[in-house]
C-alpha cells in the first residue's frame, strides 16, 4: 500500500474521530470553545496535508507540511487542555492525545529529512 495513502487515512481518521469524540462533549461555554478549536484544527491538519500533495516544489512542501504540524501540535494542545480540565470520555481523549503526538513526531520528521535533503 502506498506510504501517502496510509497518512491520509491515518489523518482522515484522526480527523473523524475527533469530530465523534467533540460530539460527546457537554454544553458548557468552555467545551463549546474548546470544540471548535479542536474540530478546526483536526480538520485542518487533514485538509492541509492534501495542499501539500500538490506543493509545487519541495520549499512549498515543506511550508505546507508545517502548517500540517502546526495544526496538530494545536490539536495536541486543545487534548491537553481537555485533559486537565477532565473534559469528554478519558479513553477516547487519551487515545487521540496518542495519536496526535506520533502524527506530530511523523510529520516533524517529514520536514526535518525534506530540509536536510534539500541542503544535498
Known amino acids: ?3 501517502k495513502y496510509d497518512l491520509e487515512e491515518r489523518l482522515v481518521r484522526f480527523a473523524g474521530e475527533t469530530i465523534k469524540f467533540c460530539n460527546s462533549l457537554g454544553d ?3 467545551e463549546n470553545h474548546l470544540r471548535n478549536q479542536l474540530i478546526r484544527s483536526a480538520t485542518g491538519g487533514c485538509l492541509n496535508y492534501g495542499e501539500a500533495q500538490g ?3 519541495k520549499k512549498d512542501f515543506v511550508h505546507k507540511n508545517g502548517i500540517v504540524l502546526k495544526e496538530l501540535k494545536e ?3 486543545t487534548l491537553k487542555i481537555l485533559t486537565y480540565s477532565e473534559f469528554g470520555d478519558a479513553i477516547l481523549r487519551s487515545v487521540l492525545l496518542k495519536e496526535s503526538e506520533e502524527l506530530c513526531a511523523i510529520f516533524g ?3 526535518f529529512n525534506t ?3 534539500m541542503m544535498q
Open 28 to 30: 458548557t461555554f468552555a
Open 115 to 117: 530540509k536536510k535533503n
Open 109 to 111: 520528521k517529514i520536514i
Open 55 to 57: 506543493a509545487e516544489s
Open 75 to 77: 490539536s495536541r494542545s
Open 1 to 3: 500500500m502506498d506510504k
